[in-house]
């Protein structure tokens, strides 16, 4: 049996429904890890679990840091939630502990598995000189006798390389990758998401072979995976997409991206700064508590205005509800994968798929607003290729 099941369902389809069914379902002595993008989805799980106690690593144990308080909780056989901040911290002492555990891992949404590592290259130069490190198939591999050196500067390296999840990629990029280990440290893991092919996380299972299984859900089980079965017609009928003259900002392929957003004067933004206030107050006529928008954090100031300011939500945001009464919609961005994201994964032999990346956070998204509930909603897509993938989404052509 496949140890990881990829819950793979559209938001709202009873995703978090079934995790928390299937936590009270199972035997009294099935002890679970539950990891959430946020501290209020936590409460949910404390509240709404009834078979078991759940804990939640705070700074108040363990001597105020919440990973000591997490070890020791999955030490004393808790049932933990925690958020996936502190999880990315994972390191070798908390491998051990759930190895020796017995723990089922439920990750409501997918992680940030890699990221740029905070190690500065004159710093890799000089351990290379020293000869302290080694890279070995772009892995950088710490070599240093402990005589020479014990504990001191590099210390973030050294933990980081005996861990073996850095990298030093094409001579420029220093990668930390989510160690693999910890994910086979689990009895089972259930990820709960939408559109998994999609994700940085599938290309890292991928990469490190991590055997996963597809399913869907319905009425509080899991079913067979239907990649038809979101019923993107319907969805999307509910959407009334903006087709009008504010659009003209978006035509070009990179248009809203990041480095397009760079190359725009201060008079260009604050013409799509009017496109904007003009399809909010005029088009719409909404009221500012009625718009969610946004665009690359860095532009937020540049772009936003009055009448929508506040409803600023980032274009990377997963799994809250907080917004589910909101409208009128504006999505001024268009994702690509970075340099070093892209490179690390086709460097070795994992194809990507940027349209498909840049449609998931599209997605989820505009699933924060009142369509999870099936209500209509009105959006303002300037990029023209956000909205080509999102016609292509509802024809299931991507």
Known sequence: MTRVKVIDAVMGAGKTTFALSHIDQAPA??????????????????????????????????GGRKMDALKRQIEDGENIAATHSLFEMADDELLALLEASNYTLILD???????????????????????YIRIVDNQVVWTAPEAEYDYGRFDDIKLLAQAGNLYYHR???????????????????????????????????D????????????????????????????LFALIDLYEGD???????????????????????LEAIKKSIYTYVRRVTNAK???????????????????????????NNIRATNDFADRHVLIYAYSRFMNPYEKSFFQDQGVTVNEELLALSDM??????????????????????????????????EI
Not at 197 to 205: K, V
Not at 376 to 383: C, E, G, T
């Open 246 to 268: 504010h659009n003209m900002h978006g035509e070009a392929s990179t248009s809203f991206s990041r480095g397009w957003l760079n190359r725009r004067t201060a008079d260009e």
């Open 109 to 131: 949404e997918v992680m940030d598995v890699i990221d740029k590592a905070a190690v500065s290259p004159s710093d890799m130069r000089l351990l290379l000189d020293k000869e």
């Open 207 to 234: 990469l490190y072979d991590i055997q996963y299984e597809l399913c869907g859900v319905l009425n509080d089980q899991l079913t067979e995976y239907d990649s038809r079965a979101d019923n993107r017609k319907q």
């Open 363 to 396: 997605v989820q998204w505009i699933w924060r607003s009142r369509i999870r509930n099936g209500e209509p909603i009105q959006l303002y897509l300037p990029p023209s290729r956000m909205r080509r993938l999102l016609i292509a989404w509802s024809k299931y």
């Open 29 to 62: 002595d099935e002890k679970f890890i539950y990891v959430t993008p946020f501290l209020d989805e936590i409460q949910r799980v404390i509240k709404t679990v009834k078979s078991r106690k759940f804990v939640e690593p705070t700074n108040a144990v363990a």
């Open 288 to 314: 500012s508590n009625e718009v969610l928008w946004t665009v690359l954090k860095d532009y937020r100031s540049e772009l936003q205005g009055k009448g929508y300011s506040k409803g600023f939500l980032s």
């Open 171 to 205: 001579q420029k990029f220093l990668i930390w990758a989510f160690p693999p280990k910890i994910f086979q440290a689990f009895d089972n893991i259930f990820v709960l998401t939408y559109l998994f092919n999609a994700q940085i996380q599938r290309y890292y299972f």
